[in-house]
């Protein structure tokens, strides 16, 4: 393997020791609930943790482990995705309860078929769960799709003696799934917790990376998961683990390492696409490597970006922009757009709830992601100075 894009685990994956043991151990013991919420910016490397802790907690006995992300999730709906969780957690348990058929399988078997299938194995518990989700009427009720989902793992766990894992990645996201047409909302967490809290078999793990919907889920005290799981803020690599990082596929300089530890501020998906750009070149000069970079904000910025910049509304457009041009003070940014103080700051509150934003200190914001700040600097502001000196 070399540089990737994709999630990273075992001898890929670099660093957060730490943090990787303290939530193995706590997972892996029996009698302990005790859950994780990952918190930290897209490209962070949250799903990555996720599977390098599904890998780790996998060599052990009387555990199982389902990996989910919700943006995974098809079709959007609540249904699709209680459908996926419920197979997931069957096809973890089903060495431990002797059964034959691949959990996909199970829901293309005419009931009857099913019905004798099951009874000859440990799944019988759970068989009106499993006819529930075959079955499912258009309209079912949420509460009751939610609960069967979420309790498929209890009951395999209390019979086999053995302990779920759940991780569900982009966890908050499920508030957008669909149900009848509308949004889920809110409630849906509400749900799943009441459910947690009789758990005696089952772990949750979540992670999530936008700021607003980490709010509502877990981070504020009036939310359903406040001080229910162990939040952990996923912070960007060290320059000792982008170093490790660079050296493990590349003949780099200490000069070279320092120049894209600079660009991606450890970032680690940045480092992995420079990483694999510079395979590409002859030498790593300090020349080719500012070349790379510059090629990375023209080319794939313009894909990473263009689409969440323009998914900002026309004023957090305009903040976020005079931001990358050096006013860091919501004084000044009113004075520049020739808006009114309230309304920066009220813009800036919600480009902070999406993550895109923060304040460092009193009267004082940055950029969260210094690549996108470039990449505003080089290619949105420079084009415009261009365009009107022509
Ligand atoms: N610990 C790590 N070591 C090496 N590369 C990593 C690590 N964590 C993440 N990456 C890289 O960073 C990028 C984003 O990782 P990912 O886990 O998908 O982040 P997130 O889920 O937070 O968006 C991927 O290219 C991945 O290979
Ligand atoms: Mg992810």
Not at 336 to 361: C, I, P, Q
Request: proline share 3%.
């Amino acid at each position: 393997m070399t540089f990737t894009l994709q999630p990273v685990k075992g001898k890929e994956f670099i660093n957060r020791t730490e943090l990787l043991e303290e939530m193995v151990a706590e997972l892996k013991a029996k009698r302990s609930t005790t859950g994780y919420a990952l918190y930290g910016k897209r490209r962070i490397g949250k799903t990555s943790i996720l599977k390098e802790v599904q890998r780790r907690l996998e060599q052990e006995d009387g555990i199982v482990v389902v990996y989910l992300s919700v943006w995974d999730i098809i079709e959007s709906t609540l249904t699709e995705f209680c459908q996926r969780l419920s197979l997931g957690v069957i096809e973890a348990y089903r060495p431990h309860i002797g059964l034959k058929y691949r959990a996909n399988e199970l829901i293309r078997t005419p009931l009857a078929m099913l019905r004798k299938i099951l009874e000859e194995t440990e799944l019988k518990i759970v068989y009106n769960e499993i006819e529930f989700l075959i079955t499912r009427k258009k309209d079912t009720d949420e509460g009751v799709l939610i609960e069967h989902a979420f309790n498929i793992s209890e009951k395999l766990g209390e019979k086999a003696d053995i302990k779920c894992v759940l991780l569900i990645d982009e966890f908050p996201s499920i508030i957008d799934l669909k149900s009848n047409n509308l949004k889920v909302g809110e409630a849906v967490l509400r749900k799943i917790r009441t459910i947690s809290e009789d758990w005696e078999r089952t772990t949750l793990c979540i992670s999530g990376s936008i700021r607003s919907t980490m709010n509502l889920a877990v981070l504020s005290s009036s939310s359903p998961f406040y001080r229910q799981l162990i939040v952990k803020e996923i912070s960007p690599l060290k320059q000792e683990h982008v170093t490790k990082l660079l050296s493990q596929h590349l003949d780099i300089s200490q000069e070279g390492i320092q120049e894209i530890y600079d660009f991606s501020a450890g970032i680690p998906f940045y480092v992995q696409f420079v990483g694999k750009m510079l395979e590409r070149t002859e030498k790593n000069t300090l020349d080719s490597i500012r070349r790379v970079e510059r090629e990375f904000l023209a080319e794939e910025g313009n894909i990473l970006f263009k689409e969440e910049f323009d998914s900002l509304g026309p004023k957090e457009r305009l903040i976020v922009l005079s931001i990358a041009s050096g006013c860091h003070a919501p004084k000044e940014m009113a004075n520049t757009l020739g808006d009114k103080m309230s309304n920066v700051n009220r813009f800036l509150t919600y480009l902070g709830e999406k993550g895109y934003v923060s304040k460092k200190e009193r009267g004082y914001y940055v950029l969260e992601d210094p690549v996108f700040e470039r990449w505003m600097k080089e290619v949105i502001l420079e084009a415009d100075t261009v365009d009107t000196n022509v």
